[in-house]
C-alpha cells in the first residue's frame, strides 16, 4: 500500500483480555517500530524488526506484551490479560535503514 | 542512550506570525539524524523536516526551517507564516546512523502548538 496501515482503528476490551494489533508496513520498508503513546505523553518504544533480524524487545513493558512479524511484512502486536494501564495509542512505523520513519494512524486501546 | 529534550509542552502563537520550537539532544555519536515530527488531533505522525548531522547547512522545507547547532546539540524547529493547520503536538526526534534498535529512534516528549486565529 501507500503507506504504513494499521487496524483496528480504535479497540475497547475488557480487562483480563487478549487483544492483537495490526501492522501493515510500505512494501519495501525492512525495518518495523511498535511505540506506545499515553494521553499526553511522547512516543514510549516497544520493540524493533530489522529484515531477519532477532527483533529487539528490549522496550516491551511485560511479558504480556509480545509481537511477531511474518515473512518480513506484517506484524501483530499481542497484548494478553490487558490491564487498564495498557490504554494507550499503539503506533506502528516503518522505514528502510537509516531512513525516516513512517506512520500509521495508530490503534486506540481502551480497556474498561 | 540517547535523550532528546523539549523543554516547551506549550507554544502559542498568532496567525501568520513565525514561531521557533526549541529542541536538545545528548548522544556521544557523532553521525545521526534529526527529525521533527507533526501530530494533529489525527494522531497520523507526518514527517515535517530531516537533518543529516553531517550537513553544516540548515533543512528548509517551505514554511519550516531548522536551526542546527551540532556543537550544542540543538535543533529547533521554525514555522514562518504560521497557518491554523499547523496546529498539533511536534516531536523532535533523533536516530543514530545506522541501524535501529531501542535507541534507533528516540523521541522528545512534544511541543504542543496553538495557532490564534
Known amino acids: 500500500g501507500a503507506g504504513v496501515s494499521q487496524s483496528p482503528s480504535n479497540k475497547v476490551t475488557e480487562k483480563g483480555k487478549d487483544v492483537e494489533l495490526r501492522c501493515d508496513p510500505i512494501?519495501?520498508?525492512?525495518?518495523l517500530y511498535w511505540y506506545r503513546q499515553s494521553l499526553g505523553q511522547g512516543l514510549e518504544f516497544l520493540i524493533y524488526?530489522?529484515?531477519?533480524?532477532?527483533?529487539?524487545k528490549s522496550g516491551l513493558p511485560s511479558d504480556r506484551f509480545s509481537a511477531e512479524r511474518t515473512g518480513g511484512s506484517v506484524s501483530t502486536l499481542t497484548i494478553q490479560r490487558t490491564q487498564q494501564e495498557d490504554s494507550a495509542v499503539y503506533l506502528c512505523a516503518s522505514s528502510l535503514v537509516d531512513r525516516e520513519a513512517f506512520f500509521g494512524q495508530g490503534t486506540r486501546l481502551t480497556v474498561v | 542512550a540517547q535523550t532528546v529534550t523539549q523543554s516547551q509542552p506549550e507554544m502559542s502563537v498568532q496567525e501568520a506570525e513565525t514561531v521557533t520550537l526549541s529542541c536538545t539532544y545528548d548522544t556521544s555519536e557523532s553521525d545521526y539524524y534529526l527529525f521533527w515530527y507533526k501530530q494533529p488531533p489525527s494522531r497520523q505522525m507526518i514527517l515535517v523536516i530531516r537533518q543529516e548531522a553531517y550537513k553544516q547547512q540548515n533543512a528548509t522545507e517551505n514554511r519550516f526551517s531548522v536551526n542546527f547547532q551540532k556543537a550544542a546539540k540543538s535543533f529547533s524547529l521554525k514555522i514562518s507564516d504560521s497557518q491554523l493547520g499547523d496546529a498539533a503536538m511536534y516531536f523532535c526526534a533523533y536516530r543514530r546512523f545506522s541501524g535501529g534498535g531501542a535507541d534507533g529512534l528516540t523521541f522528545g516528549k512534544g511541543t504542543h502548538l496553538i495557532i490564534q486565529p
Open positions: 512494501s519495501g520498508h525492512t525495518a
Open positions: 524488526f530489522q529484515g531477519n533480524s532477532a527483533p529487539d
